[in-house]
């Protein structure tokens, strides 16, 4: 079990398939326990072989099996079914049965509630049918779905409707048509009973396309959010790159057990319902905010992924990462720019660059893999959107413009490499992109060394910069890669933007001649995802915060001099408020009200997370601790400030972008008003006043994180409130889940019983144990090893159920090279815990072992 488990897959033994599938016909009678499905396929030899035909298949029943109509038995085994010889070009009807209601996986054909629906990708076709299931072989579909009419009066597939009829029985069907050729990945099937939101859109060139939202009964009245978001992504594609939707028809269904965000199925979106509904009273701006960018990300997909895909999964960054590109421009044209892109950033710090420095590490076209699921990475979508950034900053707006155009229109009905991609950029700009492409093949988060030096007699600026990127689990070797860095330069007449482009280990740059010594501001706009090693007091660091142009150069200042005191406290075993940092404070509480969004994210406190990928060892206590003292003083010290901030506005919930900010702005002064026990009057009333989930939502996370007595009060009263909405539940479970108090472990087992939490259910698992694993830094690494234990005893549950969240689960486990030796060891123990266990599945043995390699 274990080597079966242990086999990787090599992007260097990629071969081309030996045959191909371009007509497929799908036949389903839908039933909970015994559908059947039936599978016609025209096969065709490529190629001068004589190589048996092998079909992926996992978990199915096969009944029947014809070549030109003629039965056979071929050979099968657990995962595939091998035809020992067959003609050049035939027919093959193959007819199998499948278990949806107890497919707890969530991959292939399962029930959702009380719907079927599917999720394909990376390789769930192959628990519906047997197939060649990869994406370089690409098929036309045509698809009849029989069920019964009551229950299922929606019948749903790919592409267009093309005819429909009823039964005796009570049954109906539905056939299906899609004209384009797609791999198995992006097949989708959905069966239900649901309400229905419908729209139009009118294309550029005056096509009629019909919108529909399929959502579950009682929930039509969140959905309008999503067709708007939609129709706003429609036209934004279409303005911005010159794409226009392709089909009739374009629809969306929301359901409730998914395993990721959302799925791009060509013309047939999944997607989980967090991602779609939304109303002002359960939903919040974060949700609102996040439902706009998802919709927008599976619609772009509909050319970067679907109309143009990946050849083999070792590209899936070619789709990722060009796509959240994508829509994280879609989200800073609709909202403020610069909070886009500080969330952006954020999530790199926080979580990209911890896989790059633990045991998963790996490039956005990874080398090798054991279980594709696992390379569902913040890497290959997150830092594969900085590469795709850089590109776009190297070429400029109307150079990247000319690549794209050039790579839709060459490689339109293709599946493609990452290399084509690039090959599109350089060939539409007649420039060398050969350096570029090492970031595709390179793991690990460069550091980025600045030095300046400023001559006092001639008045000339420069800057040295040096790159190195330190070993990664997967990489011992490194080489210069090509940075795009962009700076400013501060002076007394203003300041002077530019991009350095750094293309050697190391390069030195004049910038200019000035009366007297700049300031040196770098990395603007977070121009290339890398550490940045820059000495600057705290006084250089004011002076950015206070005057630079770029707002994410500003944010980033403010979080380095609090970065750096916390650091100085933590070591010191005492927390003071410097006369810089108070000024750092008192600076930005004056422009807040003109200001409100960056404000806000300057007022914040750095996470956890992203103050302890600063350091090569931590002391989680001492760090911990220095950030809440640090919380206590800044609430003592500007006590009548936040009261003034926080506020109440009288106006109703709109989301619009002053409202987001005034919401944000608040909620950021109520978290340090919380840490005063006198303001105890102020967060009930604002509790009661709410009128939406955004302010509500404020004042249990102030609450929470300052562990104030009413915090508990206040849950069972929003408990009581919303106990048979599934969505706001996902909220209440990950208050308990992240909340660092000391019976939070035991608080935690007891709500696995609760009666709106099902492990079944990925969104109740990520809200509750996920929240607790990445986001209750006490709980979690208490030194008495309890959290590690309660997360290592609950995945061995989960790993049966859905071994995709699982894995997804275990993250905050894996990288703990920076924590003392004596966690080290508790979390070495409860990973050897699990690699002990033989029925262990391969998307948690590939992270586990390779954990315990790390740490050998």
Known sequence: MSESRAKAMRLADYQQPDFLIPELSLEFELDDHQTQVIATSKIVRQGDHDRPLVLHGEKLELTEVQINGQAVQPQGSDTDLTFASVPDEFTLRIVTRIDPANNTSLEGLYKSGQAFCTQCEAEGFRKITYFLDRPDVMARYQV????????????????????????????????????????????????????????????????????????????????????RSLKKAMAWDEQKYGLEYDLDIYMIVA???????AMENKGLNLFNSKFVLADAAAATDEDYFNIESVIAHEYFHNWTGNRVTCRDWFQLSLKEGLTVFRDQQFSADMADPAIVRIKQVKVMREHQFAEDAGPMSHPIRPAEVMEMNNFYSVTVYDKGAEVIRMLHTLLGEQGFRRGMDLYISRHDGQAVTCDDFVQAMQDANNVNLELFKRWYSQSGTPVLSVKEQYDQQSGQFTVALHQHTPPTADQPHKQALHLPIALEVLGTHGSKSQVLSLTKESQTFPLGQFETKPQLAVLAGFSAPVKLDFKQDEQGLLNTVLYAQDPFLRWDASQQLISEALHRAAEQGQTVLSDNLQGLFEGVLEFAPEQRALAAEMLELPSFETLAQQRQRIDVDALLNARNALKRLLADRFHPQWQALSASSSQSYIYEADQVQKRRLRAVCLGYLAHRQDQSTLLQSAYTTSDNMTDTLAVLKACQQADHPLFSGLMQDFESRWQADSLVMDKWFALHGSHQHKDSLAKLQLLTSHAMYSINNPNKVRALIGSFAFYNTAGFHALDGGGYRFVTDYLLKLDAVNPQVASRLITPMLGFAHLDDRRQDLLTQQLARLLDNKSLSRDLFEKVSKALKLSS
């Open 255 to 261: 359901v409730d057990f998914f395993n990721m965000g």
């Open 144 to 227: 009849k779905i029989t069920a019964d009419k009551a229950r299922y009066p929606y019948l749903l597939s790919n592409g267009n409707k093309v005819d429909a009829g009823e039964l005796p029985d009570g049954r109906h069907w539905v056939r299906w048509d899609d004209p384009f050729f797609k791999p198995s990945y992006l097949f989708a099937l959905v069966a239900g009973d649901f309400d229905l939101l419908e729209d139009e859109f009118i294309t550029q060139s005056g096509r009629k396309v019909a919108l529909q939202i399929f959502v579950d009964k009682g929930n039509l009245h969140r959905a309008g959010h999503a067709m």
